[in-house]
């Protein structure tokens, strides 16, 4: 069936708003020698680029991207940070949708609702993020809604990340072994190494830089020579308009920056770092003045490399710009998060451990092992024994780690405080599907309900991803008002591969489309679901 008629079925039926544009993206994945450490290995491409394509959007958009699948393994899409509201199905994880398999397609009906700003996608099936298969997403607010800063002369996407020489299937190997993977061999900007990336300016505009961290396993510190960076957006939230010489990005992270010309032409670094390793990974792009033929030189400029203190005071400083319009007209302060009460309190525990003589890691004692059914699918066909309500618990056990498809059980419309905490000496970094949070605090030590007396109850900044710092715990505040399964993971992908992930089951006895749509009609279906209809017309 093609895709307008795709669209214009599903738009019948309610699943998106026929009254806003639509935007078709039809994209080939297939494998390619690429060379982005300067030894060929095997990667994943979109449409033959490594990268994948831009996702260029406005507010409400309808997404429509036809996936097919030229690889010899089963395929997801993920789309981190889009929160594909009342709509999970979509999501494009395991424990939501069923993988296309190879020589098949899947057509994706996403809609932009009510949301902007910087984002990316990525393959989350068989470890296949290790070998490429991302791109940004950018989603610009609708005309008429005011942006708090001047409309920039270009706007750049920037995925970095570290990255290994190994393909996908050797490293993936190694964890299903039950091994650890060992350091990673470089950093990508773009997916290109060392002094390959570059980006062309004009002396006095200024230009935006989205930034994610697409990376598998480290912090990153970002930095332009001689240039100050002015915070202007965070993963859909506009910020407090804050300038810094380098900035440190977490796993699965994003952020927007503002640019300006403002130094002599010529070329200046451009540096990406990693933060609390040994040794300290480093690779360099540039930043090009246009019509200037001189190149950079003098010293990289210095950054951060193991300070958690300075990691942590710049994170509390990157806030909400309360006067400023969202996605919507009326400002991002109009609701007032810390003036209402939570319901229940989820404390979230990290851990590392064996498991019948192999590597695993988990949440809450428990490591996730998927179904041989996506849950969303399972709980739509009412299929029981494929996961269990409540095997996971709302606080740490402190017992060992033990194998389980873990799904907690949340109510639609309650508003809920979750506490990470992290023993370990890593920073961990998690994601939460379906939603954006207030980061409310972190700090140092055990987390206990005096902590709360430090939280930032007025301006904190609403996100999709956090991290955690090592020996340390971070809180968010979430307005449950997606119903679905929500995938909640830690963006350190060989621990999520190995089990720290859960779903979170947001859940309502209303059938009514307001708050959640029905499968839709052109799902896959796997597993124990293969053989059922989705629905009728």
Same mark, same amino acid.
């Given at each position: 069936?093609?895709?307008?008629?795709?669209?214009?079925?599903?738009?019948?039926?309610?699943?998106?708003?026929?009254?806003?544009?639509?935007?078709?993206?039809?994209?080939?994945?297939?494998?390619?020698?690429?060379?982005?450490?300067?030894?060929?290995?095997?990667?994943?491409?979109?449409?033959?680029?490594?990268?994948?394509?831009?996702?260029?959007?406005?507010?409400?958009?309808?997404i429509i991207?036809?996936?097919?699948?030229?690889?010899?393994?089963?395929?997801?899409?993920h789309?981190?940070?889009?929160q594909?509201?009342?709509?999970?199905?979509e999501?494009?994880?395991?424990?939501?949708?069923?993988?296309?398999?190879?020589?098949?397609?899947?057509t994706?009906?996403?809609?932009?609702?009510?949301?902007i700003?910087?984002?990316?996608?990525?393959?989350?099936?068989?470890?296949h993020?290790?070998?490429?298969?991302?791109g940004?997403?950018?989603?610009?607010?609708?005309p008429?809604?005011?942006?708090?800063?001047?409309?920039?002369t270009?706007?750049?996407?920037?995925?970095?990340?570290?990255w290994?020489?190994?393909?996908?299937?050797?490293?993936?190997?190694?964890?299903?072994?039950?091994?650890?993977?060992?350091?990673?061999d470089?950093?990508?900007?773009?997916?290109?190494?060392?002094?390959?990336?570059?980006?062309?300016?004009?002396?006095g505009?200024?230009?935006?830089?989205?930034?994610?961290?697409?990376?598998l396993?480290?912090?990153?510190n970002?930095?332009?020579?001689?240039?100050?960076?002015?915070?202007?957006?965070?993963?859909?939230?506009?910020t407090?308009?804050?300038?810094?010489?380098?900035?440190?990005?977490?796993?699965g992270?994003?952020?927007?920056?503002?640019?300006?010309?403002?130094?002599?032409?010529?070329?200046?670094?451009v540096?990406?770092s990693?933060?609390?390793?040994?040794?300290?990974l480093?690779?360099?792009g540039?930043?090009?003045?246009?019509? $200037?033929?001189?190149? &950079?030189?003098g =010293? @990289?400029?210095?950054?951060?490399?193991? !300070? %958690?203190d300075?990691?942590?005071?710049q994170?509390?400083?990157?806030?909400?710009?309360?006067?400023?319009?969202?996605?919507?007209?009326?400002?991002?302060?109009s609701?007032h998060y810390?003036?209402?009460?939570?319901?229940?309190?989820?404390?979230?525990?990290?851990?590392?451990?064996?498991?019948?003589?192999?590597?695993r890691?988990a949440?809450?004692?428990? $490591?996730?092992?998927? &179904?041989?059914? =996506? @849950?969303?699918?399972?709980?739509?066909? !009412? %299929?029981?024994?494929?996961?269990?309500?409540?095997?996971?618990?709302?606080?740490?056990?402190?017992?060992g780690?033990?194998?389980?498809?873990?799904?907690?059980?949340?109510?639609?419309?309650?508003?809920?405080?979750?506490?990470?905490?992290?023993?370990?000496?890593?920073?961990?970094?998690?994601?939460?599907?379906?939603?954006?949070?207030?980061?409310?605090?972190?700090?140092?030590?055990?987390?206990?309900?005096?902590?709360r007396?430090?939280?930032?109850?007025?301006?904190?900044?609403?996100?999709?991803?956090?991290?955690?710092?090592?020996?340390?715990?971070?809180?968010?505040?979430?307005?449950?008002?997606?119903?679905?399964?929500?995938?909640?993971?830690?963006?350190?992908?060989?621990?999520?591969?190995?089990g720290?992930?859960?779903?979170?089951?947001?859940y309502?006895?209303?059938?009514?489309?307001?708050?959640?749509?029905?499968?839709?009609?052109?799902?896959?279906?796997?597993?124990?679901?293969k053989?059922?209809?989705?629905?009728?017309?």
């Amino acid at each position: 069936m093609a895709l307008k008629q795709i669209a214009l079925l599903f738009a019948c039926f309610a699943i998106v708003a026929a009254e806003n544009p639509y935007r078709f993206f039809n994209w080939n994945i297939t494998y390619g020698t690429i060379y982005p450490l300067g030894v060929p290995q095997q990667g994943i491409l979109i449409n033959g680029k490594f990268p994948g394509p831009d996702i260029y959007s406005v507010t409400n958009d309808n997404i429509i991207v036809n996936v097919f699948n030229s690889l010899d393994e089963p395929f997801l899409i993920h789309w981190n940070g889009v929160q594909n509201r009342r709509n999970s199905y979509e999501d494009g994880v395991y424990g939501t949708t069923c993988p296309i398999p190879p020589g098949k397609n899947f057509t994706y009906i996403l809609q932009m609702k009510d949301q902007i700003g910087s984002f990316f996608y990525f393959p989350s099936l068989a470890f296949h993020k290790s070998a490429g298969g991302f791109g940004s997403i950018k989603i610009l607010s609708r005309p008429l809604i005011p942006v708090p800063f001047d409309p920039p002369t270009d706007d750049f996407s920037l995925l970095i990340g570290d990255w290994y020489k190994s393909n996908h299937t050797a490293l993936k190997k190694i964890l299903d072994n039950g091994k650890k993977l060992p350091f990673p061999d470089g950093i990508l900007i773009n997916g290109r190494g060392p002094n390959v990336t570059s980006f062309t300016i004009q002396q006095g505009k200024t230009y935006r830089l989205r930034i994610c961290n697409v990376g598998l396993q480290n912090s990153l510190n970002f930095r332009i020579q001689g240039h100050k960076m002015k915070v202007v957006e965070v993963e859909g939230t506009h910020t407090m308009q804050i300038s810094y010489s380098s900035l440190d990005i977490h796993l699965g992270q994003c952020m927007s920056v503002l640019v300006t010309g403002d130094q002599p032409p010529q070329d200046y670094y451009v540096v990406v770092s990693t933060r609390f390793t040994t040794p300290v990974l480093t690779t360099t792009g540039f930043l090009r003045y246009a019509n $200037s033929n001189k190149k &950079a030189s003098g =010293p @990289l400029p210095g950054g951060p490399t193991t !300070q %958690i203190d300075w990691s942590l005071n710049q994170a509390r400083s990157i806030r909400t710009n309360l006067t400023a319009s969202g996605p919507r007209p009326n400002p991002q302060g109009s609701y007032h998060y810390g003036m209402i009460p939570t319901v229940r309190t989820i404390r979230l525990a990290s851990s590392a451990g064996q498991v019948n003589g192999k590597q695993r890691y988990a949440i809450n004692s428990v $490591s996730f092992v998927p &179904a041989d059914t =996506p @849950l969303k699918v399972a709980d739509f066909f !009412q %299929i029981s024994g494929v996961f269990r309500v409540g095997s996971i618990s709302y606080t740490p056990s402190g017992g060992g780690i033990f194998l389980d498809t873990s799904v907690m059980g949340v109510d639609y419309r309650t508003f809920i405080e979750i506490v990470f905490e992290n023993s370990e000496d890593i920073v961990q970094s998690y994601h939460l599907s379906g939603y954006s949070f207030w980061v409310v605090g972190m700090d140092g030590g055990q987390w206990t309900e005096a902590s709360r007396n430090q939280y930032n109850l007025r301006d904190a900044v609403s996100r999709s991803t956090v991290q955690v710092y090592p020996k340390s715990w971070s809180a968010i505040y979430i307005a449950l008002d997606n119903v679905g399964m929500w995938n909640l993971r830690s963006e350190y992908w060989a621990r999520q591969y190995l089990g720290q992930q859960f779903y979170l089951r947001v859940y309502t006895t209303s059938t009514s489309l307001r708050d959640e749509y029905p499968i839709p009609k052109n799902a896959l279906l796997c597993g124990r679901a293969k053989g059922r209809h989705t629905r009728p017309f």
